[in-house]
C-alpha cells in the first residue's frame, strides 16, 4: 500500500486543468468527485455488459424489484445500467455533457446520492462551459492504474491524502476531514484487545459506530484490524457526518467496500440522529474539539429537560462552548446495556472534560454519571502537536458498562505523552518526531515499521498488563470525587457581637463564606477539625449546599518532582555569562 501517496499525487496534479478558472480553494469539489466515480466505474467494469443486458430485460420492474438484481450482477451493493462508462464518454467530445448527466442516472439510487451530496451537477455545469469537462474526463479515463487497488484499504488513504492536500492549499483544517492513521490504530487496539479471544470466534458478526465519522477512516482501521485478527469476522460499520463533501466519501468509501452504505446516515448527530433506534458494539469517536452546539441548542436542551435519563443528555450539558461531553453521552446512549453484551467505545478529547467546571456543574455531573456508574475504564494521555489541527495534548478516553472483573471499581490512567520519558529507556519517547510536519501535527506515534519503535505495541502492552508503574497508575472510582463544603462564619454587628436569628443560631455571613473540596473518602467533619477550625474557631459546615463534584487532575496523579538547582550552580552560570558579556562589551568600545 506504499504507493497510494504516487496514486494520489497523479489524481491531484489533474487539478493543473482548472487553473485559471477555478480558485485553488475550489480544486477538491472537482476532483474529489471525480475520482470517487471513477473508481465506482472501475469496479463495475467487469460486469458493465451483462449489467445492461439485464436492464433491457427488466427495466419495467419497480426499483425494488431492479436494483437487487442487477446489484446481485455486479456483485457489490450498487450498478450502473446506462450505456456509458468513462471509456464510452471519451469517444464523444461534442454530446460530453449529456452523456456524463445520462450515465449519472444511470447509477443505483444510493451512488446518485453521493454525488449529489458532492453538488456534482454545479461542477457539471462550470466545467461544460469553461470547455473543461472532455479534459478532465480524458485524463480520468487514461489513469486506469491510478484506481486500481489490492486492497479495501487503498482508496481510503488515497482519498485522504487528496483532502490533505486540498485542505493545505485552500488553508482548511485537514483534521476536520480526518485522524492521523497511526493515532486510529493505537484505539482500536485499545478498543478491542480485552476482547480479541471473542473475536477469534468463526462467523463472528459485530457492530461499530462513529457519530463523527469523517471520510470514515476510524471505521475503515476497525474493519481492518478486525478482519486482519479474523478473516471470518464480519464488522458492520455504521456513521454520521455533518460535513456533506466527508459524507460523501465516506459512504463511497463503504460503498467500494461492500459495507452498507446506508448504514452511513448525514446530518448533525445531536439534532438529527440517523440511527436513533440502534445500539452498537463498539464505537469511536474523534469529534471537533471545543466546538459549540449554539445551532442544536434549543433541540438539546428540550431533550434534557422533557426526558432525563431516558434520553441522550439526562446526566448533564456542559458548556455551551464546547458539546465535547455530549458526544460522549450521545455515545453512551448506544450501548447495549443489557447487563450481558455490553458495549465498549473509545474517544478522543482535549483537556478540558477531565476538569472543567466545578461541583454541581454539567461537566462535573456529567463525570460524576460516568465513573459512579463504573463506565469509565482508562484514559491515555497522548502527545502535543499529534493531530493536524490543533497542537494541544489529547486524550483518549475508554468507557465501558462491561469492565472486566479485575477492573471493576478502579479507572487505569496511563501517561504517553513522552513528556516526562526517562533518559536512557528504550522506548525513549513515546513519540515520534516528524521529518515534515503537516498542519499541527509535528509527531507520531510509532507503528513498528520503516525502522520506527513500535510504540502503539508498548502502549496497548501498558494497558493490557493493568499494573501501577512510571507511565500507569490504577485508581478506585472514588479517588476522583471530592465533597465541596461551604465553610460560613457568622455576621457580627459593629460593636462584634455574633448577630443571631429568632433560634437563636448565628447568622452567615455571604461575604465571609468560603469553600473547601474534601475528598469523597474523607470524612467532612474530620477533615473541618483538622484544616479549618484550629484556624476559624468560630466557622461552621452549612452542610446544606455541600455538592459532589468530580475531576481527574492528570498533571498531578503523575507530578514527579525535579530539585531546584543549587545556589552555587546558578552562581557560576551567573558568573560565565557575566565574564562572555564583559567580553562582548570590550569588542564593541575597541
Not at 264 to 288: T, V
Not at 399 to 421: C, F, H, Y
Not at 458 to 473: L, R
Not at 498 to 525: H, M, Q, S, T
Amino acid at each position: 500500500m506504499n504507493n497510494f501517496r504516487e496514486k494520489a499525487n497523479f489524481i491531484w496534479s489533474i487539478a493543473d486543468l482548472l487553473r485559471g478558472h477555478y480558485k485553488q480553494s475550489d480544486y477538491g469539489k472537482v476532483i474529489l468527485p471525480f475520482t470517487v466515480l471513477r473508481r465506482l466505474d472501475m469496479v463495475l467494469e467487469p460486469t458493465k455488459k451483462q449489467v445492461i443486458e439485464a436492464y433491457q430485460k427488466y427495466k419495467d420492474k419497480k426499483p425494488e424489484i431492479l436494483e437487487p438484481i442487477l446489484n446481485g450482477i455486479t456483485k457489490v451493493k450498487f450498478h450502473n445500467h446506462s450505456k456509458f462508462d468513462f471509456h464510452e464518454l471519451a469517444n464523444d467530445h461534442n454530446n460530453i455533457a449529456a452523456n456524463l448527466r445520462n450515465y449519472i442516472n444511470g447509477f443505483s439510487i444510493n451512488a446518485k446520492e453521493i454525488l449529489d451530496y458532492f453538488s456534482f451537477e454545479d461542477q457539471i455545469k462550470k466545467l461544460d462551459e469553461y470547455d473543461l469537462l472532455y479534459l478532465v474526463i480524458t485524463h480520468f479515463m487514461k489513469a486506469t492504474d491510478k484506481f486500481e487497488v489490492n486492497e479495501p484499504m487503498e482508496m481510503g488513504y488515497i482519498f485522504e491524502e487528496l483532502i490533505r492536500k486540498f485542505s493545505e492549499i485552500s488553508n482548511e483544517t485537514a483534521g476536520e476531514h480526518f485522524t492521523p492513521r497511526e493515532v486510529i490504530r493505537l484505539m482500536v487496539n485499545l478498543l478491542f484487545v480485552n476482547d480479541r479471544d471473542i473475536l477469534r470466534k468463526e462467523g463472528i458478526v459485530k457492530t461499530l459506530y462513529d457519530p463523527a465519522c469523517g471520510t470514515g477512516g476510524m471505521l475503515s482501521i476497525a474493519d481492518e484490524y478486525l478482519h486482519d485478527l479474523n478473516p471470518g469476522a464480519r464488522l458492520e460499520l455504521f456513521g454520521q457526518e455533518i460535513n456533506p463533501e466527508s459524507y460523501a466519501i465516506c459512504k463511497s468509501d463503504m460503498l467500494i467496500k461492500g459495507q452498507n452504505p446506508s448504514n452511513i446516515k448525514f446530518g448533525n448527530s445531536f439534532s438529527q440522529d440517523g440511527l436513533e433506534e440502534e445500539k452498537f458494539d463498539y464505537m469511536l469517536s474523534n469529534p471537533p474539539f471545543g466546538v459549540d452546539w449554539k445551532k442544536a441548542q434549543k433541540f438539546i436542551t428540550d431533550e434534557y429537560n422533557n426526558k432525563g435519563y431516558a434520553g441522550r443528555f439526562g446526566a448533564g450539558l456542559p458548556s455551551i462552548s464546547d458539546g465535547s461531553l455530549l458526544f460522549l453521552q450521545h455515545m453512551i446512549s448506544k450501548m447495549k446495556q443489557n447487563g450481558k453484551a455490553g458495549s465498549r467505545l473509545a474517544i478522543v478529547f482535549n483537556g478540558s472534560p477531565l476538569f472543567s467546571g466545578g461541583a454541581g456543574s454539567g461537566p462535573s455531573d456529567i463525570r460524576k454519571w460516568i465513573i459512579e456508574n463504573d463506565m469509565l475504564e482508562a484514559i491515555i494521555a497522548m502527545p502535543d502537536q499529534l493531530f493536524y489541527n490543533t497542537g494541544i495534548s489529547t486524550y483518549f478516553w475508554i468507557v465501558t458498562d462491561r469492565k472486566n472483573p479485575e477492573r471493576k471499581g478502579k479507572v487505569q490512567l496511563i501517561n504517553a505523552s513522552g513528556n516526562d520519558w526517562e533518559e536512557g529507556d528504550k522506548n525513549n519517547p513515546f513519540y515520534i518526531k516528524m521529518m515534515r510536519s503537516l498542519g499541527n501535527k509535528r509527531k507520531e506515534i510509532g507503528d513498528g515499521k520503516d525502522g520506527k519503535p513500535d510504540q502503539i505495541k508498548t502502549i496497548t502492552e501498558i494497558y493490557e498488563a493493568f499494573e501501577d508503574g512510571p507511565y500507569c497508575k490504577i485508581f478506585n472510582n472514588e479517588d476522583f470525587g471530592y465533597q465541596r463544603i461551604a465553610i460560613e462564619r457568622p455576621k457580627r454587628s459593629p460593636n462584634g457581637e455574633i448577630e443571631k436569628d429568632r433560634k437563636g443560631d448565628p447568622v452567615p455571613d455571604a461575604n465571609l463564606r468560603d469553600f473547601e473540596n474534601v475528598p469523597l473518602k474523607e470524612n467532612i467533619e474530620d477533615y473541618f477539625k483538622r484544616e479549618v477550625f484550629p484556624h476559624l474557631s468560630d466557622a461552621w459546615i452549612d452542610h446544606s449546599k455541600t455538592k459532589i463534584g468530580y475531576e481527574i487532575n492528570f498533571t498531578k496523579y503523575f507530578y514527579k518532582y525535579k530539585p531546584l538547582r543549587s545556589l552555587e550552580d546558578i552562581r557560576k552560570d551567573i558568573l560565565a555569562l557575566e565574564k562572555e558579556t564583559d567580553g562582548m562589551i570590550k569588542e564593541i568600545i575597541v
